[in-house]
């Protein structure tokens, strides 16, 4: 008859409210994200606006200068007309990079024909062991069409900034410097036939759902 009987609100209906209060909020974090997730699938027209906007706030892509698999010097321009899709990993990655690259490799099998204005590029974070003829033959490994770019530590260092790449080395344990390893982003990036950028891919998008996005484009 005291305290409890004070208080408008009996303590065991708090805790109701309580509980009401925090699922409704997780249910609004949970809503939020769906949202964002549908924005990120749209169909590409509808798309067009948002993507102009992302592009005016945040620039991501750039020119570059690097060399290929077959120690060509390469400019973006010499992909020109073409829709790229840029995975940045380096070849003594153990685990997420093959991973990715395979999902590239798959989405291009998927095309087929259609795949043949689709550039899939993988860019090294890694120049020091990712020579030229290191990288050719990591890049077969994955796809004939797969072009390996690598070059100075000032050109990957210049192509990282401007795509927003996030590299660093980890040394290894024991203090043998020559088998670090890489900390880094995993995005994919797609990048349209004017090298302008169109969006990006997260880690662990299957080769299907690549396949997928890129048909839905190329056949518009
Ligand atoms: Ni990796």
């Not at 809503?31 to 592009?55: D, F, H, L, Y």
């Not at 395979?102 to 795949?115: F, I, K, Q």
């Not at 990957?156 to 290894?172: E, L, M, Q, S």
């Not at 900390?183 to 990036?189: A, K, T």
Request: hydrophobic share 40%; with cysteine; glycine share 10%.
């Amino acid at each position: 008859m005291t305290s409890a009987a004070a208080s408008p609100i009996p303590g065991g209906m708090k805790a109701r409210i309580l509980r009401i209060a925090v699922a409704m909020a997780i249910g609004l974090v949970i809503a939020a994200g769906i949202a964002w997730w549908q924005v990120q699938n749209e169909p590409q027209p509808s798309r067009t606006a948002r993507t102009q906007e992302t592009q005016t706030a945040v620039s991501i892509g750039g020119p570059f200068t690097l060399t290929d698999h077959t120690g060509k010097t390469v400019t973006d321009q010499d992909y020109q007309g073409q829709y790229r899709l840029i995975y940045f990993g380096y070849s003594y990655c153990p685990d997420v990079c093959p991973t990715e690259l395979g999902s590239m490799a798959r989405a291009m099998e998927v095309l087929g024909p259609l795949g043949d204005r689709v550039q899939p590029l993988m860019i090294t974070i890694d120049p020091e062991r990712d020579t030229v003829s290191h990288l050719a033959e990591y890049v077969a490994l994955f796809h004939p069409r797969m072009v390996g770019l690598t070059g100075t530590p000032e050109q990957v260092a210049a192509v990282t900034k401007a795509y927003r790449v996030y590299a660093a080395k980890r040394p290894a344990e024991g203090g043998k410097t020559e088998e670090y390893l890489m900390d880094h982003s995993g995005f994919l990036y797609l990048m349209g036939p004017d090298g302008a950028f169109i969006r990006i891919f997260p880690a662990g998008t299957t080769g299907d759902e690549l396949a997928a996005d890129l048909r839905a484009r190329l056949a518009g």
